[in-house]
C-alpha cells in the first residue's frame, strides 16, 4: 500500500501535461492544451488537459481523470504501477509496503483518542434520555438518524467527567485527553474535566481520514455558539478544512468546490447531492486552507450567508484565493436566506440554479460599486478604483489579473496601462494582509465622502442608491492616439483599402466573427492561430466564413488586393467594409479572448442540446447529462469567468 502523502505529493509534482504530450500531440490553448483525444481516437482538438486542475477530460467521449487515471487507461497499469511511473517522473520514490513496515506515526495515540470520543459522542447522541434534547434540535433543523450516522453526528452530556471516565477505561490517560483537546483544566481548578458539554458534536477529520478535533454547537443560550478543540499537535484550525475528506473527490469529479460558512450549510448542501462543499473553521479561509482547497479545483464557489458579515468573508475569503491562483466566483443568495435554509426550502435544483447564476468576485466587487453611484464622479470614482485594486493585486493568474484590469478600465473610464502602472506600485509585502493598501493610506473617512474600508468593499450602508447617472468624461488616451496602417512584409495598402477614419478601439460588443476576420487581416499568423481551434467550417457567418478561408489559404506573399479578386461578391462588399471601419489595432489578449468566446460558443451548443434532451430522459440519462453539463459549464466559466451583464442595475 502506498501511503496517501505520498501519493498527493507525487500528484503535486506531477506536470501532467508532460506526461500525456507523450502520447497526444497537444498544442497551448488558453490556460489549457488542446490535441486529438487517444480514448476515441479523435482527430479534432477536442481533448482538454488542464494544468492548474492536474486533470483532462475529452468533450466528445467524455473521457476524464487525474494523471493517475490517465496511465491506467492509457497503459493498463493498476494503482501503485500508475504512481510508480509518476513518481519516477517527478523524482519522488514511490514505495509500495503494509503500513505496518512505516515508522510509527507519533500522533497515533491522539487520533485514535479522539475517533474514540466520536464514537462516544454518538452513543450519547441515540441515549434513551440524555440525548434527548439534542435529538429533539437536529430534528428541528431536518436532521435525520441517517444524517447523524453519515456525518458522525453526536452529543456530549452535561457531566463534566463522564468522556473522562471512558477514554481512561481505554487507555487514555489525562495527560493523552489533555494533548488531544478533549480535556481541559480551568483557571484556579486542579481537576480536569470535559472541555465540551451541552453541546452537539461535529467531528473534524482532516484530508486523509483522521479523527483530529471537534466542533461543538451550544443548543441553547450557552456561550459561545460554537466551541472547536484547541490548537494541537493534530489539529491547526488555520490548515483544516471541514469536509474536505469526503468532498475531494467530488470536487475533482465536477472541476468545483463549493465553501460555506458553518458545519450545518456544509451538511445540509451534501445531503441534497452537493458533495463538493467545505466550511472552513472560522468565517474566513485563511492562506492555508486556500493551498490546500485549489489542490483539488481552482474553480470555486463562495457561498456565505448574505449578512454583512457574509460579504466581508466572501471577500477576504476570495483574496486568499485568488493568490492561490484560483477563479472566484461569488454566488448571492437572497436576503434572510442562509445555505442551510435555501437548500432545505428549494432543494438542489433551487441551489444550482443559485450556482448557475454566479459571477466572478471582481465582477462582484464592481456590481456593488456600480449600484451605490461609486463611478458617478471624479472624486468617488478615485475611491472606488482604490478600493478595487487589492483585489488586482491579489490575482496572481496572469490572464485573470489582465481581464480585471479591463473590465476596471470599462467601467472607469481609465486607461487600463495606468491602472497597471497603478497596481504595479504597491507590491504583496508593503500591504496589509488582508486589505491590500498600506496601513499608512487607510483611515476611517475621507472628508464627506464614503467610508473608507479595509480590504473588499463592504455593503456601504447609507449610501444613496438613487445617485444620478455619470457624466461623460473624455476618453482614456488610448482611444485617443491616432490611426495606424499595418506595414506587415506582403501586404500592400492600395489606395481603395485606405482607411481614411480614426480606427476605434475594438468594441467589446463586435461580434467575434467579425473582430477575429479583421485581426487576420492584419496578421495572416492570426488566421492559422485560429484554424488550429475553430477551422473556417465553424463561421456561422458565410461572408466571415469566406473571408476567413481565403486568408488562411492565400499565398502568404499575397496582398488584400489580390485575394479580393478571388471572392463572391457579398465576400468583397464583407471586405470593403471592414477596411472601411479602420485597422484592427487589437492585443493579443484581445485575439486570447476572441479564441476563448468561440470555445465557449461550442460549449454552449452543447448544453443547449443538453438542455433540450433531459425533456425526454430518463433519470439515469438525467443524472449523466447533468454532470456532463456542469462539467462543460464550468470550462465556460474557467474560459470567459466574467459574463454578467454590464447594464446599471436597477434600483
Known amino acids: 500500500m502506498i501511503a496517501d502523502d505520498v501519493v498527493e505529493r507525487v500528484r503535486q509534482a506531477a506536470d501532467i501535461v508532460e506526461i500525456v504530450s507523450e502520447f497526444v500531440p497537444l498544442k497551448r490553448s488558453g490556460g489549457t492544451w488542446r490535441g486529438p483525444c487517444p480514448f476515441h481516437q479523435g482527430k479534432n482538438p477536442n481533448f482538454s488537459v488542464s494544468p492548474s486542475h492536474g486533470s483532462y477530460h475529452c468533450f466528445v467521449c467524455h473521457e476524464s481523470g487525474d494523471v493517475f487515471t490517465f496511465l491506467r487507461k492509457r497503459l493498463g497499469l493498476d494503482w501503485p504501477a500508475a504512481v510508480k511511473y509518476v513518481g519516477e517522473k517527478v523524482g519522488i520514490e514511490v514505495v509500495d509496503a503494509p503500513r505496518r513496515a512505516q515508522a510509527p506515526d507519533p500522533n497515533a495515540p491522539s487520533h485514535e483518542a479522539l475517533a474514540a470520543a ?51 477505561s481505554l487507555g487514555y490517560d489525562d495527560e493523552r485527553q489533555l494533548e488531544a483537546g478533549l480535556l481541559v483544566v480551568r483557571e484556579g481548578e486542579t481537576e480536569p474535566r470535559s472541555r465540551f458539554r451541552g453541546r452537539i458534536m461535529f467531528p473534524i477529520i482532516d484530508e486523509i481520514g483522521r479523527h483530529v478535533g471537534f466542533g461543538g454547537r451550544a443548543m441553547g443560550d450557552d456561550q459561545p455558539k460554537y466551541l472547536n478543540s484547541p490548537e494541537s499537535p493534530v489539529f491547526q484550525k488555520r490548515r483544516t478544512l471541514y469536509g474536505l475528506h469526503t468532498a475531494k473527490q467530488a470536487m475533482r469529479r465536477v472541476s468545483r468546490a463549493i465553501v460555506v460558512e458553518g458545519y450545518l450549510d456544509a451538511i445540509r448542501l451534501a445531503l441534497a447531492g452537493l458533495e463538493e462543499v467545505v466550511a472552513p473553521l472560522g468565517t474566513a479561509l485563511t492562506e492555508e486552507q486556500a493551498q490546500l482547497l485549489t489542490r483539488y479545483s481552482t474553480s470555486v464557489f463562495l457561498l456565505y450567508d448574505s449578512d454583512e458579515a457574509g460579504q466581508k468573508a466572501t471577500f477576504r475569503s476570495g483574496l486568499e484565493l485568488l493568490r492561490a491562483k484560483a477563479a472566484v466566483h461569488v454566488v448571492s443568495l437572497p436576503d434572510g436566506e442562509d445555505p442551510d435554509t435555501y437548500v432545505r426550502s428549494h ?23 456600480e449600484r451605490r453611484g461609486w463611478f458617478s464622479d471624479l472624486r468617488h470614482r478615485r475611491t472606488a478604483i482604490d478600493k478595487l485594486l487589492p483585489t488586482i493585486r491579489a490575482a496572481k493568474e496572469p490572464l485573470t489579473r489582465d481581464m480585471y484590469l479591463a473590465r476596471l478600465s470599462d467601467v472607469a473610464k481609465v486607461d487600463k496601462a495606468t491602472l497597471s502602472s497603478e497596481a504595479d506600485a504597491l507590491t504583496e509585502p508593503g500591504m496589509r494582509r488582508m486589505g491590500g493598501r498600506p496601513a499608512a493610506a487607510q483611515g476611517p473617512h475621507d472628508g464627506d465622502g464614503p467610508p473608507h474600508f479595509e480590504g473588499p468593499p463592504p455593503e456601504f450602508s447609507g449610501d444613496s442608491y438613487d445617485r444620478p447617472e455619470p457624466s461623460p468624461l473624455p476618453p482614456p488616451a488610448s482611444e485617443q492616439r491616432a490611426a495606424w496602417t499595418p506595414r506587415k512584409k506582403g501586404y500592400r495598402q492600395g489606395p481603395e483599402w485606405h482607411a481614411t477614419n480614426v480606427p476605434p478601439r475594438p468594441r467589446r460588443d463586435e461580434p467575434v466573427e467579425r473582430a477575429m476576420v479583421r485581426a487576420m487581416m492584419v496578421d495572416r499568423g492570426v488566421a492559422e492561430r485560429v484554424a488550429e481551434r475553430h477551422p473556417p467550417p465553424t463561421f456561422r457567418d458565410v461572408r466571415y466564413r469566406e473571408l476567413f478561408d481565403a486568408l488562411l489559404h492565400a499565398p502568404l506573399e499575397d496582398d488584400l488586393e489580390q485575394i479580393a479578386e478571388r471572392l463572391t461578391p457579398d465576400g468583397l462588399r464583407a471586405l470593403r467594409e471592414l477596411t472601411e471601419a479602420g485597422a484592427y489595432d487589437g492585443v493579443a489578449a484581445d485575439i486570447g479572448l476572441n479564441l476563448s468566446k468561440l470555445d465557449v460558443r461550442l460549449l454552449e451548443t452543447r448544453v443547449e442540446e443538453i438542455r433540450v434532451a433531459m425533456r425526454a430522459a430518463t433519470r439515469e440519462e438525467q443524472d449523466a447529462l447533468m454532470r456532463e453539463r456542469l462539467e462543460l459549464e464550468a470550462e465556460i466559466r474557467r474560459l470567459v469567468p466574467m459574463r454578467s451583464p454590464r447594464g446599471r442595475p436597477k434600483a
Do not use: C, K
Not at 432543494?347 to 456593488?368: H, K
Open 118 to 168: 466520536a464514537e462516544w459522542f454518538q452513543t450519547q447522541l441515540r441515549d434513551e434520555q440524555g440525548g434527548q434534547a439534542a435529538r429533539e434540535y437536529l430534528a428541528s433543523r431536518d436532521l435525520d438518524p441517517h444524517a447523524w450516522h453519515r456525518f458522525g453526528l453526536g452529543f456530549a452530556p452535561r457531566d463534566g467527567q463522564a468522556l473522562r471516565r471512558y477514554l481512561r
Open 347 to 369: 432543494g438542489r435544483a433551487g441551489m444550482e440554479s443559485q450556482l448557475g447564476n454566479a459571477i466572478d468576485l471582481f465582477d462582484r466587487q464592481v456590481q456593488l460599486l
